[in-house]
């Protein structure tokens, strides 16, 4: 029988008989902040979206939906 080579892992949980070991990604500081500038343009789409959906409800409204 082989036996697996010692994983590291970033964090492990223990939820009643179940055991989650999380091993996070090796990226570059780069692509650390690529990732994350993505994650705050789909924020800020969502957002938008939200509010010009505010905005047009409003009963009488004459006020433009927001630009991106």
Known sequence: MQTKPAQKYDATFQIGGTT???????????????RL??????IWAIW?????EKIQRE??????????
């Open 20 to 34: 989650i070991h999380i091993v996070a990604p090796q990226i570059t500081e780069d692509e650390r902040h690529r």
């Open 59 to 68: 009963p009488g409204s004459t006020k433009q939906p927001l630009k991106p």
């Open 37 to 42: 500038d993505d994650v705050q343009r789909v």
């Open 48 to 52: 938008r979206s939200i509010e010009t």
